[in-house]
């Protein structure tokens, strides 16, 4: 499936208007979650394997943070995703104003070789919150991790829905 097909195929999901519901949202949140955990070992392997760091390092850095981040997320979610009154100005009194929370469709997540598991898992866990679509690039310094994590959001989410791109990795000349 090349990028546009599958750019194309997400905002089609999206516009089924299915990421937009709460619990639809919480539901994916804690199949990540579950695939998390039931993959540590081999997170904190790949970590070793591409960054050379021991499972402690690897799990307090990386995989702990990407689980607190996800709790975080479930707890505040109702809260952040209700429509906010803000101040409406006086020329329009006596209209009520409100701040509506609508995802974007389909974000890009990029992230680094140096955190390859916290900088991809975090900005995915709040699109997801947000209600997008997410197309996810790990990098291609940190080949382990991204193979994992490439397994673990096929594991939870269809293509259409969240999908991991590789590859893009220069050869050097």
């Known amino acids: 499936m090349t990028i546009q097909e599958l750019t194309a195929a997400q905002r089609a999901f999206f516009r089924t208007g299915a990421t937009l519901d709460l619990s639809f949202r919480k539901k994916a949140l804690d199949k990540l ?16 394997a591409d960054l050379g760091k021991s499972d402690t390092e690897g799990y307090l850095c990386e995989v702990g943070l990407a689980l607190s981040e996800l709790s975080f997320m479930r707890r505040r979610l109702a ?34 070789w140096n955190y390859p598991l916290l900088l991809t898992l975090d900005p995915l866990i709040g699109a997801i919150a947000a209600g997008n679509c ?25 293509p ?14």
Do not use: Q
């Open 79 to 112: 809260r952040w995703a209700r429509d906010r009154r803000v101040s409406t100005p006086l020329a329009l009194f006596p209209a009520r104003s409100l701040t509506l929370r609508e995802p974007y469709g389909v974000v890009l997540v990029m992230s680094p």
């Open 33 to 48: 979650e579950e695939a998390i955990r039931a993959r540590e070992g081999e997170l904190l392997s790949a970590l070793r």
């Open 134 to 158: 997410c197309v996810v690039k790990p990098s291609a310094y940190a080949p382990a991790a991204s193979a994992v994590l490439r397994d673990l959001i096929a594991a939870c989410f269809p």
């Open 160 to 173: 259409e829905y969240v999908a991991v791109v590789e590859g893009g990795r220069r050869p050097r000349a």
